[in-house]
């Protein structure tokens, strides 16, 4: 059966880093279809919504979806695009790997870890954001439920398992914030127990961020509530090489959101500068979910071999090339 996934070029730079995922996509030969739909300024212009439910409609469909950054709007009453989709597909995984890769400016050369965010719960509630009446005092509310931190730490897990690596480091605060992170690191712990053949670690988070710059390479997959995930898994793509290079799939049950971490770069956009690995690194990542792990893999060694030789490489990474003809160099490889 050949499967469809839903295509959305985005803003800015997106439809340049898009033209250039999908070439090298279609060098792979990977047989997937593709169903366009818009989002954002696009989206905006052209049907007066920044995600009309033609949109929402394919991924529901399709359940898979490869996306390029979208811009959101400043003011208007907009709330990020991003976190709308999280919310209506509830994407409960924030999967961010950072991979160390030849002749960036990284400091590190061994790093391979993936970091586990949690989604949709944690510090970031909607409800409950409350400053005082004199402006002198605010508050603001974390939700940790059992079966939130259930299923981001058996998805770690689970991801261990089908990746074989090799250890789990759940990151926590539960000895200061007892109640929500301890919570988080008591599920943690018993969801470990089940994965007797993986290792499991714990990590208060002040010294994670420590270990993280002192000996990055110590780390495999990092699970963690989503503030932590949010300030770690962007510790982590710097450790690697910057913005240029960083993945992220939004993960639930339901459906599945590929794309680059950084946004629509408006500074560079349309001048063919952008860097196109990120989004073919969360292409990869799209690979591996429906199933073609082995053309996640040539895709990556692609790229791990264009950067190696410094083929075409774009500004960010020191080069001169064109978005487009770093996606050339690339596809030569496959
Ligand atoms: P940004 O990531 O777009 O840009 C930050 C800096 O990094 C800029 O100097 C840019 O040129 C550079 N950069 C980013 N991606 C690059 C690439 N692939 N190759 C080379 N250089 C690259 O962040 P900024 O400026 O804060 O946001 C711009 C817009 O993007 C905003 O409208 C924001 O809402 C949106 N955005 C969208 C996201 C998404 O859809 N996932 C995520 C983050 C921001
Ligand atoms: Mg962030």
């Known amino acids: ?5 839903t295509v959305i ?7 340049e880093i898009m033209d250039a995922t999908l070439f090298v996509l279609d060098k792979l030969g990977t047989g997937l279809q593709y169903e366009y739909a818009d989002a954002g300024l696009v989206a905006l212009e052209k049907h007066g919504e920044l995600i009309p439910a033609t949109t929402l409609d394919s991924i529901k469909k399709n359940k898979v979806a490869l996306k390029s950054p979208l811009t ?3 003011g208007g009453g907009f709330s990020s695009i991003n976190v709308a989709l999280r919310r209506q597909f509830d994407l409960y995984a924030n ?15 061994n790093i391979d870890m993936i970091t586990v965010r949690e989604n949709t719960e944690g510090a970031y509630l909607a409800e409950g954001q409350e400053v005082s009446a004199d ?12 079966k939130g931190s259930e299923r981001i730490v058996r998805y770690a897990f689970e991801l261990a398992k089908s990746t074989g690596r090799k250890k789990v480091t759940a990151v926590h605060k539960a000895n200061i914030i007892k109640s929500t992170s301890g919570l988080f690191l008591d599920v943690a712990r018993e969801v470990a127990a089940r994965y007797p053949e993986i290792e499991f670690q714990e990590m208060i988070v002040d010294n994670a961020c420590m270990q993280l710059v002192m000996r990055p390479e110590q780390f495999d997959i990092l699970v963690t ?6 300030i770690i898994s962007d510790l982590c793509a710097g450790l690697v090489g910057g913005l240029g ?4 799939a939004n993960i639930g049950a339901e459906a599945a959101i590929f794309e680059a971490v950084h946004g629509t770069a408006p500074d560079i956009a349309g001048q063919g500068k952008a860097n196109p690995v990120a989004l073919m690194l969360a292409a990869a990542q799209m690979l591996d979910h429906v199933e073609q792990p082995q053309n996640a893999e040539r895709l990556r060694k692609a790229i791990v071999a264009t950067m190696e030789a410094k083929d075409s490489l774009t500004g ?12 050339q160099a690339i596809a030569s490889r496959i």
């Open 95 to 109: 999967v961010r790997p950072a991979i160390s890769f030849p002749n960036t400016k990284s400091r590190y050369e």
């Open 72 to 74: 959101t709007p400043v």
């Open 135 to 146: 402006g002198e005092t605010a508050f603001s509310g974390t939700r940790i439920t059992r």
């Open 225 to 230: 509530t989503n503030l932590f995930g949010d």
């Open 316 to 327: 960010d990474l020191g080069g001169t090339g064109t978005t487009m003809s770093f996606a």
């Open 245 to 248: 290079l960083a993945p992220g």
């Open 1 to 5: 059966m050949t499967q469809t996934i």
């Open 9 to 15: 070029r985005g803003d800015g730079i997106g439809p």
